[in-house]
Every structure is written in structure tokens, then in C-alpha cells.
């Protein structure tokens, strides 16, 4: 049977599986007295083993969930309910099924599940690698031509173009122009890059094992130097390095043999880091070792651009469940709890999380790109980062009487501003503008709503430890540090799949996560070292390489090989200080920061001195501010480098932010 013919006729089960599972879900749980009992759960996010053992509290039935769901979240508002309900609709809301066990029940993730949501994933796989796979193929081609031949061809080009320019061609002449579709220099000395060469020479001698580990995330190293885990790169590199400078001199010199490059500018060594995997496209870097300093070269080739609303993806059987399974617009004025009104509201709902830095917020531009073509239809977009969807739930059910259930992330919700303005709403009304985004699915079921993350399959596989993040929040809520060791925590159980979310939707944390995402190679590092060897790198500014052992030594050197292939730090490239090379430095620097907002806006000062200065100069000018807020904060930054050579220095930089006293009262 054909693969479409086979996920029509899924599609057409949907709709009877998504009607059924509630009910059997239910009945089979009923039969249990005990779980008739009523529960009350309120809570906006917690993990489905604490959820259990609350309702097993409250029932005396043991209940246990399998490995697979033990990472998920629920946002639960239930009060006075028998427990079987609930327990139905948490299997429904986790696409799970309930299994008699010896001591009580267990739910586990159905196997239709686990496939369809494995499925999702390689299909997102397949489509982000297609571009991947074309610059690949291409590469490959390449490497099968003479470099030389490919500089004369670049170097035409350029010809072509200088002539073209030479004859200043008219109106008339400017669509016969046989140089307009090649106006900037990449596309004139494309072929010619020794990078690109140098890869497909590379990849051409892969073995399907080496392709196996190169697209699970293993990367390419080579160099001619001798340096551990880099294959050998030929003389020939540093020839090709050099062909490819001449095509910046100009082509008369080139043809009278006069070509030369200046002696500072000839490589005397060449190192290539090239990492690919399905999840962040294909990314290369070329170091040059120059006489007097070192040369970065670095090619997004194909950065992550994930679109969800492809045709293959909503049309799986997995997102046509859901589908048939919420409830339609046709529907509302049949379900009586969506006639009811809501309770005004004196505030929208808060969460405070910490604002990231700008370069991790995500691109709402990318966000409405996936989830709506109708952008600008239902009003102003809430900002990214300020609230998730547990958040939002909550409020609800402080201005509704309805029972809710919904899966749970710490992801960013977006939705039109005028839905959380308070007002009297009808739930139909208000449940349109929520959703407005197509960010999710929802049902009424009697009198419980009932919601689904859409895009869950990859949320799920992106959220952080729970009871990590919850840790460390209540550590910045209580004014302690969070401290390198904390951010290497959070490192360690980052993936390359986590690594694509904070640019596509980012986290919903009480904490400055930022520095820990854009840095996690350095900070396995840091994980890698034992309590002494850290204290004694803080204490005397880094660590000499042998005082690392053989397996922290390989972790150093792909640490730094990493982050310089990220590009994640504005010194990865830089001239170190004198000492044995390689090792491993830190450096920290202490500030303090004082920050005046007085409206939507916020000024940052050095000093609380300037500070006061500010405000006074703002009431000389007539001009006092009637009401702002002053924090002050002490800044630990702390530089982890990888010191590789005399003029290669990799870096990454952690800023640990912790809030301290202000001097004087809050302005009114």
C-alpha cells in the first residue's frame, strides 16, 4: 500500500480514536473504588510523577508512569473531581494508556505515540537536511576538480565583470548583461574557496561510519599541524590558501606573472573544524596561522530555519489526531461552559522572568512565520519571553469555573496583547484571541478544558531538567548566586536539539539562562574538572594542560574546537598571554551596575554616583522623574580560554549577575 494511501486511511481513524480514548481511559479506571473518590490538584506546572503521587495521597492508590513520560509537565486546575476523571484526561492530554501493575497503575505512552512522534522528527530531519545535503553534494563535486582550474574560472569571471564595467553598458544593454546575476565577489570567486575544497576533499574518503558520526554531531578536524584528534592536512591547503588570495590583486598583475602576496599574508599553518548534524545545518571555520597573527574564516553554509506548517507535517496522522480530537468552531454554542463569562481581571498575569540578552531572545518575525500567514490579524503580539501558556492557565482559572488540563512547557506563549487586558469575555471569545497563533489545540469536555502544545514532539525533547531549573530559581529568588558550577549544570544536559531552541523560541526562566546556552561547550568543560582542579584554576588563573588527565585532555581540545566552530565569543580568535601553550585560563572581572527604569524605559550606570547624578540633572532641566524603580546588581564575568597556540585563543565569556542593595530609597 502507498505511504499516502496509508496515512489517509490513519486519517480517518483519528476521529473515532480521538472521540474513544477519553471514555476508555475512564471506564477502565472507574472500576477502581478508590479512584472515584474526588481530588482537588492545583497547580501550573508540575512533573507527571509528582502529579501522581499527589492524587495517590489523596486516593491511596499507587500510581507510576513510565520512563518515557517522566519528563513531562502538566498544568492542572482541578478541584473536587473524582480522580479517575482526571487521571482519563492526563492520559488523553499525554497520549497514554493505563496499565494494571501489581501494586496500583502505571501510564505509559502508547506505541502509536512513540512512533508518530518519531515520525514528526524525521520528517523535520529530512527537510532541514535537503539544503545541508545540496552544499554537501556540492562540495563533493568540487573536490573532484583541480583548485587551479577552479581560481582561472573565478578569476574570468572577475575579468568578465571588470570589462563589463570598463564598456558602462546603457538601459538597453543592462538585461543582455551576462554579469547581473553575479554583482557581488562570493558569487564571483564562487568554487574557488579552499574551505569549501578542502571539505569535499574530506568528505569524498568518508566511510558510512564517518558519515554516520559526522551527522550525529562528531566533527571534522584537520590541520597541518599536529594536533590531537586532526587528521593531516597536505602542503597542497596552504597552496590552495594562497591561489585563492591572488584573486584580490588585480588580474593585469596576475597575467604578467607579477602576482605576489605579501609575506604576511601567506599562511604558515591551516586548521579546519567543519560540524554538521540535522538540527544545525552545516557549519565550517578556517583558521590561518599568519607570521604575526592568526586568521578566522567561518561559513554558515546552512543555518537552522525549521517551518512547521509544511504540507508533510500537517498532514501526519499525529497533528490530523489532534485535529479531529479539539473542538471546532462549529461546536462552541453546543458546549454551555463556553457561553460563560470570565471574571475581570485587575492585572494580566505575571510570571517575572528573567530578560534574556537580546542575541538569545527569539525572532518573533520566525515565530508568526511558522504559526500564522495572517500576521497581523488578531492584534499585538505579546513579547516573546514574558509569559507561557502554564501562565496564562492559571489566570483563567482564577476568573473561570472550568476544570483545566494542559501538557506544560517552559516555552514562550504567543498571542494577541488584547486577550490579557482583563475584561469581561465570554471563554469562546477569549479561548479564539489565545489561540489565535495556532500555537495549540483545545477541547471541552464537559466542564473541563483540556489543551495540547502544538509542536509538543519537539518541545518535549528540548525542555531542561525541571527540578534543575526549579533549583536554581529558587536560589536567584532568595538572592543567592547562581554560580559557574550551577550554569555548567544546566550545560551538561543541553543536547544539539536544545542548542536550536533559544533562536526559535527560547525559555521561560527566573533566571539569566543566556550565558549557559551560548557557551555550553566550555562549560562541560568546566563540569569535566574535579572540585580541587577547580579551585586551584580560579585561584592561580588557569590550569597547565598536564595537569589534566588523558580524558579531560580530549575533552579539552573539543571544548575549544567547538566554540570556535560556533563562533559563540568575540575573541576567539586573539594573541595570548606568554606561557606554555596549550592550557586552560580564567580570568574574572567584578562590576557593579545599577539600572533606572522609569517607564518602559531603562537606563544602566557604573556607579550609583552616576546614578544620582543623572536624576538630578533630569530635575535641574524641569524634568523630574515622578516615579522609577533603581536595582543594582554585582557582575561576576568569567572568562574560560583555550589557549591552542600562540596567536589561537578559544573563549568563552559567563556573566553571573546577582542583585545587591540600593543605597537610597526607590523613587515615587
Known amino acids: 500500500?502507498?505511504?499516502?494511501?496509508?496515512?489517509?486511511?490513519?486519517?480517518?481513524?483519528?476521529?473515532?480514536?480521538?472521540?474513544?480514548?477519553?471514555?476508555?481511559?475512564?471506564?477502565?479506571?472507574?472500576?477502581?473504588?478508590?479512584?472515584?473518590?474526588?481530588?482537588?490538584?492545583?497547580?501550573?506546572?508540575?512533573?507527571?510523577p509528582d502529579l501522581l503521587r499527589e492524587v495517590g495521597k489523596q486516593t491511596g492508590v499507587t500510581l507510576t508512569c513510565g520512563r518515557e513520560l517522566a519528563?513531562?509537565?502538566?498544568?492542572?486546575?482541578?478541584?473536587?473531581?473524582?480522580?479517575?476523571?482526571?487521571?482519563?484526561?492526563?492520559?488523553?492530554i499525554l497520549m497514554g494508556e493505563w496499565r494494571k501493575t501489581k501494586d496500583g497503575y502505571m501510564l505509559v505512552q502508547t506505541a502509536q505515540a512513540r512512533?508518530?512522534?518519531?515520525?514528526?522528527?524525521?520528517?523535520?530531519r529530512e527537510s532541514e537536511l535537503r539544503e545541508t545535503q545540496r552544499k554537501i553534494d556540492r562540495f563533493l563535486a568540487l573536490a573532484q576538480q583541480d583548485f587551479s582550474s577552479l581560481v582561472e574560472r573565478a578569476r574570468a569571471r572577475q575579468k568578465e565583470m571588470i570589462e563589463g564595467i570598463v564598456a558602462k553598458p546603457g538601459p538597453s544593454q543592462a538585461k543582455s548583461d551576462p554579469i547581473g546575476a553575479t554583482e557581488n565577489l562570493a558569487a564571483l570567486n564562487e568554487g574557488a574557496e579552499p574551505l569549501d575544497y578542502i571539505i569535499g576533499r574530506a568528505l569524498h574518503g568518508f566511510s558510512p561510519a564517518q558519515w554516520e558520526r559526522f551527522w550525529a554531531g562528531e566533527l571534522y578536524i584537520a590541520s597541518t599541524l599536529r594536533l590531537p584528534g586532526a587528521e593531516m592536512l597536505s602542503a597542497d591547503a596552504l597552496r590552495w590558501?594562497?591561489?585563492?588570495?591572488?584573486?584580490?590583486?588585480?588580474?593585469?598583475?596576475?597575467?604578467?606573472?607579477?602576482?605576489?602576496?605579501?609575506?604576511?599574508?601567506?599562511?604558515?599553518?591551516?586548521?579546519?573544524?567543519?560540524?554538521?548534524?540535522?538540527?544545525?545545518?552545516?557549519?565550517?571555520?578556517?583558521?590561518?596561522?599568519?607570521?604575526?597573527?592568526?586568521?578566522?574564516?567561518?561559513?554558515?553554509?546552512?543555518?537552522?530555519?525549521?517551518?512547521?506548517?509544511?504540507?508533510?507535517?500537517?498532514?501526519?496522522?499525529?497533528?490530523?489526531?489532534?485535529?479531529?480530537?479539539?473542538?471546532?468552531?462549529?461546536?462552541?454554542?453546543?458546549?454551555?461552559?463556553?457561553?460563560?463569562?470570565?471574571?475581570?481581571?485587575?492585572?494580566?498575569?505575571?510570571?517575572?522572568?528573567?530578560?534574556?540578552?537580546?542575541?538569545?531572545?527569539?525572532?518573533?518575525?520566525?515565530l508568526t512565520e511558522i504559526w500564522s500567514r495572517e500576521q497581523t490579524a488578531s492584534g499585538t503580539l505579546v513579547a516573546p519571553k514574558q509569559l507561557a501558556l502554564a501562565d496564562i492557565l492559571?489566570?483563567?482559572?482564577?476568573?473561570?469555573?472550568?476544570?483545566?488540563?494542559?501538557?506544560?512547557?517552559?516555552?514562550?506563549?504567543?498571542?494577541?496583547?488584547?486577550?490579557?487586558?482583563?475584561?469581561?469575555?465570554?471563554?469562546?471569545?477569549?479561548?479564539?484571541?489565545?489561540?489565535?497563533?495556532?500555537?495549540?489545540?483545545?477541547?471541552?469536555?464537559?466542564?473541563?478544558?483540556?489543551?495540547?502544545?502544538?509542536?509538543?514532539?519537539?518541545?518535549?525533547?528540548?525542555?531542561?531538567?525541571?527540578?534543575?531549573?526549579?533549583?536554581?530559581?529558587?536560589?536567584?529568588?532568595?538572592?543567592q548566586p547562581i554560580t559557574l558550577d550551577d550554569y555548567a549544570s544546566v550545560a551538561v544536559s543541553v543536547t544539539p536539539l536544545h542548542e536550536t531552541r533559544p533562536y526559535f523560541y527560547g525559555y521561560t526562566v527566573r533566571f539569566d539562562i543566556t550565558s549557559a546556552l551560548a557557551n555550553v561547550a566550555v562549560l562541560r568543560f568546566w563540569a569535566s574538572l574535579s572540585p580541587p582542579q577547580k579551585s586551584v584554576a580560579l585561584r592561580q588563573g588557569g590550569l597547565a594542560y598536564d595537569a589534566l588527565s588523558p580524558e579531560q585532555q580530549r575533552a579539552f581540545w573539543n571544548a575549544a574546537f567547538t566554540q570556535l566552530l560556533q563562533g559563540r565569543s568575540s575573541s576567539a580568535v586573539k594573541r595570548a598571554r606568554p606561557g606554555p601553550v596549550p592550557r586552560f585560563e580564567v580570568r574574572q572581572t567584578h562590576i557593579r551596575e545599577y539600572n533606572l527604569t522609569a517607564g518602559s524605559t531603562t537606563y544602566t550606570f557604573d556607579n550609583y554616583e552616576q546614578l544620582q547624578q543623572f536624576l538630578r540633572s533630569v530635575s535641574r532641566r524641569g524634568q523630574a522623574l515622578?516615579?522609577?524603580?533603581?536595582?543594582?546588581?554585582?557582575?561576576?564575568?568569567?572568562?574560560?580560554?583555550?589557549?591552542?597556540?600562540?596567536?589561537?585563543?578559544?573563549a568563552g565569556s559567563i556573566t553571573l549577575k546577582q542583585p545587591i542593595p540600593v543605597p537610597k530609597r526607590q523613587g515615587k
Not at 78 to 85: D, F, I, L, Q, T
Not at 628 to 643: A, D, K, P
Open 394 to 479: 492559571e489566570w483563567l482559572a482564577r476568573r473561570a469555573n472550568v476544570q483545566i488540563i494542559a501538557d506544560a512547557y517552559r516555552v514562550p506563549w504567543i498571542m494577541p496583547e488584547a486577550a490579557l487586558d482583563g475584561r469581561e469575555a465570554r471563554l469562546a471569545d477569549w479561548l479564539k484571541q489565545t489561540f489565535a497563533y495556532g500555537r495549540g489545540w483545545w477541547r471541552v469536555e464537559g466542564d473541563y478544558l483540556l489543551v495540547k502544545h502544538h509542536h509538543y514532539w519537539y518541545l518535549r525533547r528540548t525542555e531542561l531538567p525541571e527540578k534543575l531549573l526549579t533549583t536554581l530559581e529558587a536560589k536567584a529568588a532568595k538572592g
Open 115 to 124: 512512533k508518530w512522534e518519531e515520525e514528526l522528527l524525521a520528517l523535520e
Open 71 to 92: 519528563n513531562d509537565k502538566l498544568t492542572v486546575f482541578v478541584k473536587g473531581k473524582p480522580a479517575a476523571e482526571l487521571l482519563g484526561h492526563v492520559a488523553t
Open 626 to 650: 515622578q516615579q522609577y524603580r533603581v536595582e543594582g546588581y554585582q557582575i561576576s564575568i568569567t572568562s574560560l580560554s583555550f589557549v591552542l597556540l600562540r596567536d589561537l585563543v578559544c
Open 1 to 48: 500500500m502507498a505511504k499516502g494511501t496509508t496515512w489517509l486511511l490513519a486519517i480517518a481513524l483519528t476521529g473515532i480514536l480521538a472521540v474513544a480514548a477519553w471514555s476508555q481511559q475512564t471506564s477502565s479506571l472507574a472500576e477502581e473504588e478508590a479512584l472515584r473518590r474526588l481530588v482537588t490538584v492545583q497547580n501550573k506546572m508540575i512533573l507527571l
Open 241 to 366: 590558501v594562497v591561489q585563492r588570495k591572488t584573486l584580490g590583486l588585480p588580474p593585469e598583475q596576475v597575467e604578467r606573472g607579477e602576482a605576489e602576496i605579501p609575506e604576511e599574508q601567506i599562511p604558515e599553518n591551516l586548521i579546519v573544524v567543519a560540524g554538521a548534524d540535522a538540527n544545525a545545518g552545516l557549519t565550517a571555520v578556517m583558521v590561518e596561522i599568519l607570521p604575526e597573527t592568526a586568521l578566522l574564516r567561518r561559513h554558515e553554509y546552512s543555518p537552522p530555519r525549521f517551518r512547521f506548517d509544511k504540507e508533510e507535517i500537517a498532514q501526519h496522522p499525529l497533528v490530523a489526531y489532534w485535529q479531529a480530537w479539539r473542538t471546532k468552531p462549529e461546536e462552541t454554542a453546543q458546549l454551555p461552559p463556553l457561553a460563560a463569562t470570565l471574571r475581570a481581571a485587575a492585572q494580566p498575569p505575571q510570571a517575572n522572568y528573567a530578560a534574556p540578552s537580546t542575541s538569545a531572545t527569539p525572532n518573533p518575525l520566525v
